[in-house]
């Protein structure tokens, strides 16, 4: 589930590693699940989705993987670039629509050249 | 094409005044969203419209917050009496429907000193 706090769980990789930013979610009856990109000063940016009839979905340089077992969700991104540098939320709704969404604890990425 | 605008981009009130705060959203997006961001957490849900009405207004504090979107378009949001937890920044977002992505604002900073 979500937690609050100041602090951001951060991940630090070099540039051209693959990153891996993982989120925990509490309500089983969750449906719908999106990853958001913020830049510092920005609104979230979409970055991919995935619903819950689904375990894994690929875009470009993403990937969302899904698991309702552990209520776990984790947003890979291969070949990490300085431009990837941002805050990452994980976000769910559920009842079939996506407009009530939660949003997780973020988690900061720095991508080091 | 242009994406969704808030204005202003920041608003300084003292405790117990009034302010607004404006959302333009994306031309031809029906669905519209208000959320707050406190600092180094994940954006909340405060309401949504569907048009003119609002569909959803369970993510409201209290009573001193209202919002409007009179002609299914621009939307305000309102907060009367402000508090110095009022501090925040709110979010807009906007989409064709509630089964669609949504478009997020560059937000609104207030700080209620």
């Known amino acids: 589930g979500e937690s609050v706090g100041l602090h951001l769980p951060t991940l630090s990789v070099q540039e051209g590693d693959n990153s891996i930013i993982n989120c925990a979610y509490s309500?089983?009856?969750?449906?719908?699940f999106i990853w958001y990109k913020q830049e510092s000063g920005k609104g979230p940016q979409f970055i991919i989705d995935i619903r819950s009839n689904m375990d894994k979905r690929q875009g470009q340089r993403v990937t969302v993987l899904l698991n309702k077992t552990v209520k776990h969700l984790s947003l890979q991104i291969a070949a990490t670039q300085p431009g990837d540098s941002a805050v990452y939320f994980c976000a769910f709704s559920s009842g079939g629509s996506n407009y009530k969404l939660t949003f997780g604890k973020g988690t900061l990425l720095t991508v080091n050249p | 094409g242009a994406g969704v605008s808030q204005t202003p981009s920041n608003k300084v009130t003292e405790k117990g005044k009034y302010v607004e705060l404006r959302c333009d959203p994306i031309?031809?997006?029906?669905?519209l969203y208000w959320y707050r961001q406190s600092l180094g957490q994940g954006p909340e849900f405060l309401i949504y419209f569907q048009g003119t009405g609002a569909a959803d207004d369970s993510g409201l504090p209290n009573d001193r917050f209202f919002a409007v979107r009179p002609e299914g378009s621009v939307s305000t949001l309102k907060i009367q009496r402000t508090e110095r937890g009022d501090s925040a920044v709110y979010l807009c977002?906007?989409?064709?429907?509630?089964?669609?992505?949504?478009?997020f604002g560059p937000g609104t900073r207030l700080t209620v000193l």
């Open positions: 309500n089983s009856a969750s449906d719908y």
């Open positions: 031309s031809g997006h029906t669905a």
């Open positions: 977002a906007s989409s064709l429907g509630i089964y669609n992505e949504q478009f």
